[in-house]
């Protein structure tokens, strides 16, 4: 997974031989270019929301820290190579409004899994 901070822009892509995924949130960031498992996020789950620092270490790693009911936590992750942006589809030239049912179409569908 590629994580890409600019200013103002954070973006996350993903893709395997099947899907590509990409989420963007705008805000203000410190810019990087990092790379990390798919794992990571997993690894630093919880049932809160609080931020994860992600810091670059010496030997290709990156430090994670986040803080888990007043508890701090540290993970150390390998930085994978940044993928190439060429390697990413890019977006239509035209995207479609989805319907209002769409949203309550997903929320009863996650209720069965």
């Given at each position: 997974?590629?994580?890409?901070?600019?200013?103002?822009?954070?973006?996350?892509?993903?893709?395997?031989?099947?899907?590509?995924?990409?989420?963007?949130?705008?805000?203000?960031?410190?810019?990087?270019?990092?790379?990390?498992?798919?794992?990571?996020?997993?690894?630093?789950?919880?049932?809160?929301?609080?931020d994860v620092q992600l810091t670059p270490a010496e030997s290709g790693t990156l430090v994670a820290r986040?803080?888990?009911?007043?508890?701090?936590?540290?993970?150390?992750v390998e930085q994978r190579p940044l993928p190439a942006s060429a390697d990413f589809p890019a977006l239509?030239?035209?995207?479609?409004?989805?319907?209002?049912?769409?949203?309550?179409?997903?929320?009863?569908?996650?209720?069965?899994?």
């Amino acid at each position: 997974m590629a994580i890409v901070a600019t200013p103002r822009t954070l973006r996350f892509t993903a893709r395997n031989a099947q899907i590509a995924v990409a989420y963007e949130e705008a805000g203000r960031f410190a810019p990087a270019e990092l790379a990390v498992p798919l794992s990571f996020f997993d690894d630093c789950a919880g049932s809160r929301t609080d931020d994860v620092q992600l810091t670059p270490a010496e030997s290709g790693t990156l430090v994670a820290r986040w803080n888990d009911d007043g508890v701090a936590q540290m993970l150390v992750v390998e930085q994978r190579p940044l993928p190439a942006s060429a390697d990413f589809p890019a977006l239509p030239e035209h995207l479609t409004k989805n319907p209002p049912r769409l949203v309550a179409a997903l929320r009863d569908a996650a209720e069965t899994t």
